[in-house]
């Protein structure tokens, strides 16, 4: 009896050290485990300091909103794709609501910030609806006007071998996007399967890039005329274009005695005139005032007969450009309304005087993918603001701290608001959101709670807003890739 119980309590002892070793051995885990969980937690706000210091913050984990002191119900959204067209022209179900809109208005503007893939596929889709719903003939982009000869006549081509032999030989330097790539792909398509209804493209803006006009547009057109006309194109600045400006005013008079067509039937004196006043335009924005100068030419350009005017007086038009241009609520005074293109449309141009629409379309958060590795100087040309992004991502890149793949925010504080609309885009898988009401009684009341500064910040939101038919948000989105140059 007695080595039996010697026997249990034998058993029971050893049992009694295992356990213990076991908790022991759990407990050095746990601690472990927590302490590398703290470990990576100041490792992660390191980072978000160390990001914050470069002007990017990575886009929110949903645990970082449950915090926001907006309710959900203040804000209401409807979700719509993120896909390009396809290649029937038919993914619209989502933009059924533009069929009316389309049809009583002349002008559909759309407005964004600038350089996400998915606001680009929206773009398509939106054009493509239009003309499936009602008749918009003519696209207009905010690039520069001389290009919009050569993407018109591209578009126009049946035969895919000499369209394709067009693109890489002739216009490959003045495509500067895959996403413009594509967005030509499309109206070609669109213009071989219904040529009765033709989509035609079309341009507004200055001479940016004044050499690349210089050299791909000017110089070839006059140099027939006479073989030995030449630029220093090495040496060129913008103090040079006055002098050079009167030149070709010359030479454009001897062309338009010979009716002188270039290389493509296109490039006629007409075409090259247009190009000249607009090339005319970009020096005066440099050499005195850019907003100034620019905002006359591009309003010349939509409403001169010689450039747009005939379109948007017969027929209509989607503009697709800076939400800076865009809005429709907004009149100046005192004449001002030139200042932006959808207030002098809405406001002042006869044609379109009330017969107007826009959207804003407002991305967040980039993907910068292909780009963190790219050498933006072997591109072609690209905005400004472009290049400051994609050079802080690959600052950061180069240290550790980002991922291509990941999803960033530049030059931006998440604040109460920006809490709210993340929120709704995890509830709808981070899709663009269709606004279709926002409790701004509410919303502007607890902001005045929160502080006046933020109060003041949201009342300008509102303001924004109000100066558009509707608002869209691109929660985040792949960044647009800009292409690399070719050597002539």
């Not at 004449?335 to 449309?345: A, D, H, W």
């Not at 910040?457 to 948000?473: E, L, P, S, V, W």
């Amino acid at each position: 009896m007695n080595s039996k119980i010697n026997l249990i309590w034998s058993e029971n002892k050893n049992c009694r050290i295992i356990v213990g070793i076991l908790h022991a051995f759990l407990f050095a885990c746990m601690l472990a485990a927590l302490s590398l969980k703290a470990e990576e937690q100041s490792d992660t706000l390191d980072r978000k300091e160390l990001l914050a210091s470069m002007d990017i913050c990575p886009y929110p984990e949903l645990d970082e909103l449950k915090d926001c002191k907006f309710q959900k119900d203040w804000l209401q959204v409807e979700s719509l794709s993120r896909e390009d067209v396809d290649t029937a022209f038919s993914n619209f179900c989502d933009l059924v609501w533009v069929k009316p809109i389309a049809q009583k208005n002349k002008v559909f503007l759309f407005g964004e910030n600038h350089y996400y893939q998915t606001t680009h596929y929206l773009r398509n889709r939106m054009l493509f609806a239009l003309n499936t719903f009602d008749r918009y003939p003519l696209l207009i982009i905010e690039q520069q006007y001389s290009l919009s000869g050569f993407w018109d006549y591209y578009i126009s081509l049946t035969d895919d071998n000499e369209a394709e032999n067009f693109y890489q030989n002739v216009i490959y330097n003045l495509v500067g996007t895959e996403e413009m790539h594509e967005l030509l792909g499309h109206l070609r398509r669109w213009n071989r399967r219904y040529p009765d209804r033709r989509i035609h493209i079309g341009a507004t803006d200055v001479e940016h890039d004044y050499i690349s006009t210089l050299r791909r547009v000017i110089i070839p057109y006059f140099q027939l005329l006479d073989p030995s006309f030449r630029v220093d194109l090495e040496r060129i600045t913008i103090l040079d274009l006055k002098d050079l400006l009167q030149d070709l005013e010359k030479r454009l008079q001897k062309a338009k005695s010979q009716n002188l067509v270039g290389a493509y039937p296109f490039l006629t004196p007409q075409y090259i005139e247009c190009v000249i006043e607009n090339l005319r335009s970009f020096y005066l924005c440099r050499q005195y005032d850019f907003n100034y100068y620019r905002q006359h030419a591009m309003v010349r350009n939509l409403t001169d007969p010689r450039f747009y005017g005939k379109f948007l007086t017969e027929g209509k038009v989607m503009i697709h450009g800076g939400s800076y241009h865009t809005p429709t609520h907004f009149p100046y005074p005192e004449g001002g309304n030139f200042l932006r293109e959808g207030s002098y449309l809405s406001f002042d141009f006869e044609p379109t005087k009330g017969k107007t629409y826009s959207v804003y379309i407002k991305g967040l958060a980039y993907q910068i993918g292909s780009m963190a590795d790219i050498n933006l100087d072997s591109c072609l040309h690209h905005g400004s603001s472009y290049r400051r992004t994609i050079k802080k991502f690959q600052r950061a890149y180069k240290e550790g701290l980002v991922s291509p793949e990941s999803y960033y925010l530049f030059n931006w504080e998440i604040d109460d608001y920006d809490k709210l609309i993340f929120t709704k885009a995890y509830a709808n898988g981070h899709l663009p959101l269709l606004v279709r009401k926002i409790k701004w009684n509410k919303t502007l009341e607890k902001s005045e709670e929160i502080s006046r500064d933020f109060y003041e910040t949201m009342r300008r939101t509102k303001d924004n807003y109000d100066g558009y038919d509707a608002f869209i948000i691109i929660p985040r989105s792949p960044i647009t890739h800009v292409k690399r140059k070719r050597e002539d």
